[in-house]
């Protein structure tokens, strides 16, 4: 299969996440909560590494992200946002 071009490819912003109620499924629930199932679909969500939450999301959706954490009464604070994994050291 040919590789995309750079052009092409899906823009990842990596955020670090933490607080009291920072466990994945919380964070599912208050992105799911805030913008939808259809929403959820367009950032594509994964969660990154063992020791640290770090939420890899589309660079598109990262104010809509923002603002469902902000939104929800959970304690859930963003921490550091990079383009990077490298970055969020």
Avoid: Q
Avoid at 42 to 56: H, R, T, V
């Amino acid at each position: 299969m040919k590789n995309l071009k750079p052009s092409h490819r899906e823009k990842k912003r990596y955020l670090l996440i933490n607080g009291k109620d920072a466990e994945k499924e919380n964070i599912k629930n208050c992105i799911l909560e805030f913008i939808g199932v259809l929403g959820y679909a367009e950032a594509s969500p994964k969660f990154i590494g063992n020791d640290k939450i770090i939420l890899a999301i589309n660079h598109r959706s990262l104010d809509k992200i923002r603002t469902s954490f902000l939104m929800s009464e959970k304690d859930i604070k963003i921490k550091r946002v990079s383009g990077t994994l490298k970055g969020l050291n």
